[in-house]
């Protein structure tokens, strides 16, 4: 079991910055591709960027060149800093972990964080 806590979000203005954290409990945090996902009224969750056990990371088009993945595994934490906010990325932002072992998947959500982006 995996618990996740997002932490970062808020109001801010068009062309700043915010960066989102998720702290994850458990000692197999390294083992989990983490995920930053992001949902707006009417929509869909979609996925905003990835990063696998091994440090790559895979961005949708809309925040290539933008926002940031990371994580820090001695922290047990993920990151998303993000860059240039547009009003578009208004949305709650969700930290997801995901991993699949021995053909047994354990996915988990955190319960989000807001970010507003508005003059």
């Known amino acids: 079991q995996v618990q996740l806590v997002e932490s970062g979000g808020g109001l801010v203005q068009p062309g700043g910055s915010l960066r989102l954290s998720c702290a994850a409990s458990g000692k197999i945090f390294g083992t989990y591709t983490m995920g930053w996902y992001r949902q707006s009224p009417g929509n869909q969750r979609e996925l905003v960027a990835l990063?696998?056990?091994?440090?790559?990371?895979n961005y949708a088009d809309s925040v290539k060149g933008r926002f940031t993945i990371s994580r820090d595994n001695a922290k047990n934490t993920v990151y998303l800093q993000m860059n240039s906010l547009k009003p578009e990325d208004t949305a709650v932002y969700y930290c997801?972990?995901?991993?699949?072992?021995?053909?047994?998947?354990?996915?988990?959500w955190g319960q989000g964080t807001q970010v507003t982006v508005s003059s």
């Open positions: 997801n972990a995901d991993r699949t072992v021995w053909g047994l998947r354990g996915n988990y």
């Open positions: 990063i696998t056990s091994g440090g790559s990371a």
